[in-house]
């Protein structure tokens, strides 16, 4: 079984920073891309940010230059630094990853269970 555990959400005041973090266990073989979304209240679960194995990167627009998405790859882990927060920022925020549980399997989708974060102006 494999699972996504989200942590570093919270309550912070507008102009802040937190980090979350997201660790895959389980059967793992590879992770491919990793990434977060988010849900705010009311709206569709949105692209954040998403990381290759490799380190490339890619983010939507109204986070460039705010928020940098990073990961350890031995430690199956992936961070999203969230600085100058926004109360439009509130959300919920999923982890996201691509795993192979074998060298021979084709990669499946997995979300974590989900991390709030509420920026207040």
């Known amino acids: 079984q494999v699972q996504l555990m989200e942590s570093g959400g919270g309550l912070v005041r507008a102009g802040g920073s937190l980090r979350l973090s997201c660790t895959a266990s389980g059967t793992i073989s590879s992770i491919t891309t990793m990434g977060w979304y988010r849900q705010a209240p009311g709206k569709e679960r949105e692209l954040v940010a998403r990381i290759t194995a490799g380190g490339n990167t890619n983010y939507v627009d109204f986070v460039k230059g705010r928020f940098t998405i990073s990961r350890d790859n031995a430690a199956n882990t992936v961070y999203l630094q969230m600085d100058s927060l926004k109360s439009e920022d509130t959300a919920v925020y999923y982890c996201?990853?691509?795993?192979?549980?074998?060298?021979?399997?084709?990669?499946?989708?997995?979300w974590g269970q989900g991390t709030q974060v509420t920026v207040s102006s």
């Open positions: 996201n990853a691509d795993i192979r549980k074998t060298m021979f399997s084709l990669p499946r989708n997995y």
